[in-house]
């Protein structure tokens, strides 16, 4: 297939066309093309196999740290690749209802990546790879959209 999209814990969004691979932890719908537990390092996924990679309410169900599931998008996504990137807010409405959620993270979360912000520049040493955020908004108090590409 080549260069891959990468539709993450995709649940019942489906993303079709353009080269996207759907994957979940297990195949609940015929949409699914490839399962894996992403609590399971190293991810199946070749390192600079994925161009964009689309993780919408994913990383706070993990066992794995918001470091580890980072560090594993950083190694399979080429060189001006994306990942986008959405989360519940700690302080949201709904975040503490759902039973599955394991992790609770404010908007700043992802700063600690990234070397040209504050915590990045306090931090470098949380991980070596490295991120750019692109964009970062929170929708209605509830959730938290980022896109950001690694620094390769």
Not at 16 to 28: A, F, I, P, R, T
Not at 43 to 67: G, K, M, Q, R
Not at 96 to 108: A, E, I, L, V, Y
């Amino acid at each position: 297939m080549g260069v891959i999209k990468l539709n993450l814990g995709c649940g019942n969004r489906l993303m079709h066309g353009d080269n996207w691979v759907n994957h979940d932890l297990w195949k609940h719908s015929s949409g699914i093309d490839q399962t894996h537990n992403l609590n399971s390092l190293p991810w199946p996924w070749a390192n600079d196999s994925v161009i964009e990679i689309d993780s919408t309410s994913v990383f706070e169900h993990l066992e794995i740290t918001l470091i580890q599931a980072l560090d594993e998008c950083w190694r399979i996504l080429q060189k001006g690749g994306r990942l986008k990137l959405k989360f519940p807010r700690h302080d949201g409405p709904f975040t503490h209802d759902d039973p599955t959620h394991r992790w609770f993270w404010s908007p700043k979360v992802v700063d600690y990546v990234d070397p040209a912000t504050k915590y990045g520049k306090e931090h470098p040493y949380y991980t070596k790879r490295k991120w750019r955020i692109k964009g970062k908004s929170v929708e209605g108090g509830r959730n938290v959209w980022v896109t950001m590409e690694p620094v390769k």
